[in-house]
C-alpha cells in the first residue's frame, strides 16, 4: 500500500460510537451523525502533524429557509441570515482541499464565523476521509432527493447556491423576479421557476 493510500486509511477510521452526536439536519427530515470539530482537529494532528489550515472568504448572506412559526402553527419559508466560510485544507502528502462551510447567525457576528470555520473544516476533512462514512450514512437514510443538486428534490443548501450563482441576493430578489409570493414553495419548486422564467426571457 502507498504513502497517501496508507494516511487515507488511517484518516477514515470510525470513531468510538461514543463520541458521535446527532443533530437536525438544515433541510429537515432524519438526524444526521456528526463528530465535533476537537475530535476531527485530533484526527488530523494524530494522522497527519504537518496539516493546515486556512480561510480563503467569508460572507453574510440571508436566504429563506422552512421553520416552524409558533403563531401559523406549521412551517412557513422565513429569511434567515447566515455566515459563509470558504476554508482550504492542505495534507501535503494528499495536496489541499476546499470547502464552505455556513452557520445561522443566531447570536453575535464572531459567534456565527466560528461555527462556520468549524462546519468548513470538518466538510474540508472528509474529503481526506475524516469521518465520510457518516456522510454516506446519511445520504443513504434520506435517499438521493435529500442530496440532489438540481431538480424537485434539491434541498435548501444546493437552492440558496444556486440562486446567489444566477445573480440574487436574497428571497426578496427571488420574489421581485418571478412575480409572486414564494413563501410555501419547497427549495426545488424555487429554482424551477426561476429557470422557465430566465427561458421564457431568453425566447
Given at each position: 500500500m502507498s504513502e497517501p493510500a496508507r494516511l487515507i486509511e488511517q484518516l477514515s477510521e470510525r470513531f468510538d460510537d461514543s463520541l458521535v452526536q446527532?443533530?437536525?439536519?438544515?433541510?429537515?427530515g432524519q438526524k444526521m451523525p456528526y463528530v465535533s470539530q476537537g475530535l476531527v482537529?485530533?484526527?488530523?494532528?494524530?494522522?497527519?502533524?504537518?496539516?493546515?489550515?486556512r480561510i480563503l472568504g467569508r460572507e453574510t448572506i440571508t436566504f429563506?429557509?422552512?421553520?416552524?412559526?409558533?403563531?401559523?402553527?406549521?412551517?412557513?419559508?422565513?429569511d434567515i441570515t447566515w455566515v459563509e466560510i470558504t476554508l482550504e485544507l492542505t495534507i501535503p502528502a494528499l495536496g489541499s482541499r476546499?470547502?464552505?462551510?455556513?452557520?445561522?447567525?443566531?447570536?453575535?457576528?464572531?459567534?456565527a464565523v466560528k461555527a462556520a470555520a468549524s462546519d468548513a473544516?470538518?466538510?474540508?476533512?472528509?474529503?481526506?476521509?475524516?469521518?465520510?462514512?457518516?456522510?454516506?450514512?446519511?445520504e443513504e437514510q434520506d435517499g438521493e432527493g435529500a442530496t440532489s443538486e438540481d431538480g424537485p428534490d434539491m434541498d435548501w443548501t444546493a437552492a440558496r447556491k444556486w440562486l446567489r450563482e444566477a445573480g440574487f441576493a436574497d428571497s426578496a430578489a427571488v420574489a421581485?423576479?418571478?412575480?409572486?409570493t414564494i413563501k410555501d414553495w419547497t427549495p426545488g419548486e424555487i429554482?424551477?421557476?426561476?429557470?422557465?422564467?430566465?427561458?421564457?426571457?431568453?425566447?
Open positions: 446527532m443533530k437536525p439536519a438544515y433541510s429537515g482537529t485530533k484526527r488530523l494532528n494524530a494522522k497527519a502533524l504537518d496539516w493546515s489550515s429563506p429557509i422552512m421553520r416552524y412559526d409558533k403563531d401559523a402553527g406549521k412551517k412557513i419559508l422565513k476546499q470547502e464552505v462551510g455556513v452557520a445561522e447567525m443566531v447570536g453575535d457576528y464572531g459567534t473544516l470538518k466538510r474540508a476533512a472528509m474529503r481526506f476521509g475524516v469521518a465520510l462514512y457518516m456522510w454516506e450514512s446519511k421581485a423576479f418571478l412575480g409572486r429554482v424551477t421557476a426561476v429557470q422557465v422564467k430566465q427561458q421564457e426571457a431568453n425566447r
